[in-house]
């Protein structure tokens, strides 16, 4: 597999912020099979880019490790298939062929912003057709153009594909289980893994359970790698068997992305798009802002990707408000073709890894705790099934049904407290823990109506998080316990406290409906 990867991009592309991150870390890593075409013409949207981009690329792309080749003509085919070649024959830096443009050459505004989107009408057309010697008819392709494409695009790519297969079919005789490995992994199957289960009585952290899957996933699935936006020691990313992925190292599954969040997901996206592998990525929840755009697109793609995503809620402490996510889940559930999931216990960790390495066209946002999470009865046996169907009854009312709690995450385990309260003074009330509230949305009315049957009406939700969204679960009968308000920089538990997250508070709200 010796083939190269081209983008081509322009003025605007490096104006903005990703393109920094992620050309420092192409550089970095010496990729020498990365080649970008610059289409170098010096107008964006408004106008002249001299009104707001002035920077020398040439210096600045040599300053991060790659090679800058110019071409000051980009109607020199010959020019640029030079330039190319002389790209390629770099194997040590990544490569930036600047080729300098008029753009929307041939056409009356050419050079100047008015040819940037806006169509040229059938006068404009005819001008750019003088200009290039054209007089074909409209609609129609040239016998030349038609030859020309079939030597140079078709043909060409049949010969190189019948030499693959050829090369491939060849492999496969001699290493017929790498080449079963190769072709599972490029045909993007599902991932099935086995995961040690956690034992009622003990209590780890989420982001400390996935760490535990990670290095599970990554012993069974040869293809799985990943890493995080230097935060590996809190989000807990690192696989410890592997090594790093590095210059001179590009067999490591480790991969150091740096402080670079919005590049670490748009170079996941390319590696899902690319085909072959499994990846995943880590920042801290509140981080993900960075990300959005990148997530968006893995989301459009059907791309599975996975987001480890940690610290996920004001029991962050001592952080204070910056680090402490209040609208993210909100914000995240509300993207289409995202599965975000916050799980309750090292179980429900287990089971959301589970189903991200079985999606093959959706991408995983795991939210995972800083704090400790104990175990809760009855995960060992049904996290799978409910983190699958996104929300299940963890704990069924011990009389005849009054009402429901439903809670994500760590505040499960205060839902389970309330109603052992609840229930000392003889209220009966179900507890529903819902990880994944999209994938719930999906399940058949049946099942929706099982959990959460239309006719009980008394209904709390409990999440550390903004109030937003929980509507359509608990009704205008039903309340929140959330938050709506910046979060405060004390220890953890005395947030919660303070927040009102306690077994009298949420007993108090129950009984109050």
Not at 132 to 159: H, L, M, N, S, W
Not at 339 to 352: K, L, M, Q, W, Y
Request: glycine letters at 8%.
């Amino acid at each position: 597999v010796d083939h190269y990867t081209y983008a081509l991009h322009g003025d605007g592309c490096l104006m903005e912020g990703v393109s920094q991150e992620a050309a420092s870390l192409a550089g970095h890593l010496k990729l020498g099979k990365l080649v970008l075409l610059y289409d170098s013409n010096d107008i964006s949207l408004d106008g002249p880019t001299s009104m707001a981009f002035t920077e020398d690329v040439k210096a600045k792309f040599e300053a991060y490790g790659w090679q800058h080749i110019l071409v000051k003509d980009g109607n020199d085919l010959e020019a640029i298939a030079k330039a190319i070649e002389e790209a390629k024959a770099e194997t040590d830096k990544p490569s930036i062929i600047e080729v300098k443009t008029i753009i929307g050459y041939g056409a009356e505004g050419q050079g100047t912003s008015a040819v940037h989107g806006a169509p040229i009408g059938q006068e404009g057309i005819d001008h750019a057709k003088s200009v290039y010697g054209y007089d074909a008819p409209a609609f129609t392709v040239p016998d030349e153009v038609a030859r020309r494409f079939q030597a140079g695009i078709k043909f060409r790519g049949e010969a190189a594909e019948n030499a693959w297969q050829t090369k491939f079919a060849e492999y496969e005789v001699a290493y017929p289980e790498l080449a079963a490995e190769y072709k599972a992994a490029f045909a993007n199957e599902s991932a099935t893994v086995e995961l040690n289960a956690h034992e009622l009585g003990t209590a780890v952290a989420s982001r400390v359970s996935s760490q535990q899957a990670i290095q599970q996933i990554s012993e069974q699935v040869p293809s799985f790698w990943g890493g995080s936006a230097d935060l590996s020691a809190s989000n807990n990313t690192m696989v410890k068997a592997e090594s790093d992925f590095q210059a001179d190292n590009y067999a490591g599954r480790n991969i150091w992305f740096g402080v670079r969040e919005f590049a670490m997901a748009a170079a996941m996206n390319g590696i899902a798009l690319h085909g072959g592998t499994r990846v995943y990525g880590g920042t801290f929840f509140v981080f993900s802002n960075y990300l959005l755009p990148a997530v968006r697109m893995a989301a459009l793609q059907n791309l599975p990707v996975t987001y480890v995503m940690t610290h996920d809620s004001v029991a962050v402490g001592e952080d204070g408000p910056t680090h402490e996510p209040i609208e993210q889940l909100a914000s995240v559930r509300s993207m289409p073709n995202l599965n975000v999931i916050r799980p309750a216990d090292g179980n429900e960790t287990n089971a959301a890894w589970k189903r991200a390495l079985a999606e093959t066209e959706r991408p995983t946002m795991l939210v995972l705790t800083r704090q400790n999470l104990p175990v809760l009865d009855g995960t060992a046996e049904n996290a799978e099934a409910g983190v699958n169907k996104g929300a299940y009854i963890i704990s069924e009312a011990k009389g005849n049904l009054d009402g429901i709690i439903i809670a994500t995450g760590s505040e499960v385990k205060l839902a389970l407290d309330t109603q052992a309260a609840l229930e000392a003074e003889g209220i009966h009330v179900r507890v529903v823990s819902m990880p994944s509230q999209n994938l719930f949305d999906e399940q058949d009315a049946a099942y929706k109506e099982d959990v959460l049957p239309a006719a009980v009406t008394k209904r709390l939700a409990i999440e550390a998080g903004t109030s937003f969204g929980w509507g359509k679960y608990v009704g205008l009968a039903g309340k929140t316990l959330t938050i709506d308000t910046w979060g405060a920089s004390a220890p953890g538990d005395r947030i919660f406290n303070e927040y009102g997250f306690t077994v009298e508070n949420a007993s108090q709200l129950y009984k109050s409906l």
